[in-house]
T-cell receptor, first 114, second 111 residues
């Protein structure tokens, strides 16, 4: 099956710093990528939908200036958590859709903000 | 808005036992329904799906039938194995392509 990678797999940062998370589709071109947030023992919450070359569409309640998404190519999307605070600590997961709209998920990135 | 409710866990079974994880949904229109599995330390993987009413999705011995009349998509397996231990997520995808997930059910199968 198609493979989606995320980098880094985990990151620890100080409060106030910015963190960038990369999501790559390794063996297919992804027309759309999605960013999710997963709290411990809870479900995935869709944060935003990202299409290559256009601005991301954010879900209600998600601050677009806080969570910057860039989708510069058909194989790469980045999520930047700006001025991170402890409440931003979470597990961030991306997914990418192939031509038949099946979603392939990345392994996730655990962010801990001290 | 759309929502997915699945059986709370954790669920603990002995090997070869029968598994049912209930999932019901609320949605406008005709969503596609999915079961995803997340093994320890790994990302979500598609387990099975159904795109219209009365469709049955199946994979690796797991089955689920899209029941529009009861808005359900219960996951079943006749004989679980230790290797089936994982977290299972029920999800729907709207016609607009947005996914809504249930809270996940942790399954532990003991030898």
């Amino acid at each position: 099956g198609a493979v989606v990678s995320q980098h880094p797999s985990w990151v620890i940062c100080k409060s106030g710093t910015s963190v960038k998370i990369e999501c790559r589709s390794l063996d297919f071109q992804a027309t759309t990528m999605f960013w999710y947030r997963q709290f411990p023992k809870q479900s995935l919450m869709l944060m935003a939908t990202s299409n290559e070359g256009s601005k991301a569409t954010y879900e209600q309640g998600v601050e677009k200036d806080k969570f910057l998404i860039n989708h510069a190519s058909l194989t790469l999307s980045t999520l930047t958590v700006t001025s991170a605070h402890p409440e931003d600590s979470s597990f961030y997961i991306c997914s990418a859709t192939s031509g038949d709209n099946e979603q392939f998920f990345g392994p996730g990135t655990r962010l801990t903000v001290l | 808005g759309n929502s997915v409710t699945q059986m709370e866990g954790p669920v603990t079974l002995s090997e070869e036992a029968f598994l049912t994880i209930n999932c019901t949904y609320t949605a406008t229109g005709y969503p596609s329904l999915f079961w995803y599995v997340q093994y320890p330390g790994e990302g979500l993987q598609l387990l099975l799906k159904a795109t219209k009413a009365d469709d049955k999705g199946s994979n690796k011995g797991f089955e689920a039938t899209y029941r529009k009349e009861t808005t359900s998509f219960h996951l079943e397996k006749g004989s679980v194995q230790v290797s089936d231990s994982a977290v299972y997520f029920c999800a729907l995808e709207s016609a607009a392509g947005k996914s809504t997930f249930g809270d996940g059910t942790t399954l532990t199968v003991k030898p």
